[in-house]
């Protein structure tokens, strides 16, 4: 009994030291953490100290072989949701071409990997049909003229006849038919908004081969996307494309092709630290890599835009992004484009090559600051770009600001078309041009802020 009431006062004691001011150095000697703290070591069975190192699953997909065995999407996501339940992991798709008659919607801590080349996800071929009947935006399915190539389980996408407007973001929506009865769709979730017949609307069999959205932490790896164009409707590039995310946050892509698909081959919209390493867009009838409106750091390393309408296309407002050793050849119009508040991105040691009307566009913007300042160009080469849309390697257009192009090498080959390397527009302002080099250009820098002598 004595010994506890001294502890009790021992303890009461020390208290009253703390509270009337103990010496600084003295508390901090005894909550000061250790110098290192070691964090989640190797698991070592010979000790007793706790394992904390989670190990994620890995699963297979195949034909003939593997966990899961199939050759469609669904095969596929039931792979990606299984492994996602379990806390994420990896699902690796074996050697074949999987049918996508719907997206494959990726999952948080998923890695979907392919088997390189050899693993091809290739969508099926579109039908389009409209409706018989209005559906109202609280129905759950449409009534439709023709329900043939529609299945269960495919992705659609609705959408009224376009307007005036552009891209109004409820214009298309994507839904998956859960049943058929006769002519009528049933959907997976009511129709978003009213889809009548006096306004035209289509069903359509379109969607993004891989795509997600408001999902984080994501790896694409090893695989070939094929959007299979011929076959296929074009799906406009803000709402869909071969792998499309939006409103997303750290997503890699390493080793993906995207080729032939009838819109972009990589969009990406509101979403942050998009990374891309090695990744081929090729032959895709819109855009090769589409940094959509609002993304923010995205990176493409060794990557390749080839045959598409425009390679690298910065929507509005991409900013503080890197490409570096990419090459962006051969596509109709651009083989870069930067526009309305694009801004401080870097494009370093790509090669820009045989663009329809120019290398590296900086587009004209309307309204004040609107435009693609603070861009930089640095160690690139830019050649023989233009043909019947124009001639010219660098076109800086409108009131653009403060770009900076040091160390290019600009080219023209004999019969090449790149008769302006560098166009500078009137209105432009702070262009800085350092240690460039140009061979065979008849005109070297065209700068129209220059008024001629009389």
Not at 101 to 106: A, G, K, T
Not at 150 to 178: L, R
Not at 227 to 244: I, P, Q, S, T, V
Request: proline share 4%; hydrophobic share 35%.
């Amino acid at each position: 009994m004595k010994s506890s009431i001294v502890a009790r006062r021992i303890g009461w004691m020390a208290l009253a030291f703390v509270c009337a001011g103990a010496p600084a150095n003295v508390m901090a000697a005894d909550m000061k953490e250790p110098k290192a703290m070691p964090q989640n070591l190797p698991a070592d069975f010979s000790t007793m100290r706790p394992i904390r190192n989670p190990q994620r699953m890995e699963i297979t997909v195949g034909q003939g072989e593997g966990d899961l065995q199939g050759n469609d999407d669904k095969i596929i996501q039931a792979a990606v949701d299984y492994v996602f339940r379990l806390g994420g992991g990896a699902v690796r798709v074996l050697p074949g071409t999987y049918t996508m008659r719907n997206s494959i919607f990726l999952r948080p801590g998923i890695t979907l990997r392919g088997s390189g080349e050899k693993t091809v996800l290739k969508k099926a071929p579109s039908v389009s049909t409209s409706l018989v009947r209005d559906a109202d935006a609280f129905e759950y399915c449409l009534q439709v003229a023709d329900p043939k190539g529609f299945t269960v389980g495919c992705g659609i996408c609705v959408q009224n006849k376009p307007s005036a407007a552009e891209h109004d973001i409820t214009e298309i929506a994507f839904y998956t038919v859960t049943a058929i009865q006769g002519d009528v769709l049933y959907l997976d979730r009511h129709a978003e908004k009213d889809y009548w017949v006096e306004t035209e609307a289509k069903v359509q069999t379109l969607f993004s081969i891989v795509c997600g959205h408001n999902v984080d932490d994501v790896s694409v790896e090893d695989i070939v996307l094929d959007g299979n164009r011929a076959e296929n409707a074009k799906l406009d590039d803000n709402y869909g494309c071969a792998a499309f995310g939006q409103d997303c946050n750290r997503w890699s892509f390493r080793n993906v092709i995207a080729h032939d698909f009838n819109g972009d081959g990589f969009s990406f919209q509101g979403s942050n630290d998009f990374r891309f390493e090695n990744c081929q867009s090729l032959n895709n009838t819109i855009l090769g890599f589409h940094p959509g409106s609002g993304s923010q750091r995205p990176i493409f390393k060794n990557c390749v835009a080839k045959g598409n309408y425009e390679g690298l296309y910065w929507c509005w407002s991409a900013c503080d992004g890197l490409a570096e050793n990419c090459t962006l050849s051969d596509n109709i119009r651009y083989g870069t484009n930067f526009g309305h508040r694009d801004t401080d991105n870097v494009l370093r040691n790509c090669v820009i090559e045989r663009n329809g009307k120019s290398g590296v566009n900086f587009r004209i913007e309307a309204g004040e600051n609107r435009q693609g300042d603070r861009n930089r160009l640095e160690g690139c080469v830019i050649s023989d770009n233009g043909g019947a849309l124009g001639d010219c390697g660098v076109d800086i257009q409108g009131r653009t600001r403060d770009i900076t192009i040091v160390n290019c090498r600009f080219k023209n080959s004999r019969d090449g078309k790149q008769k302006v390397a560098i166009r500078i527009s009137p209105d432009a302002e702070r262009i800085t041009l350092e240690g460039n080099t140009f061979t065979d250009c008849p005109v070297e820098v065209l700068d129209q802020r220059i008024k001629p002598a009389n």
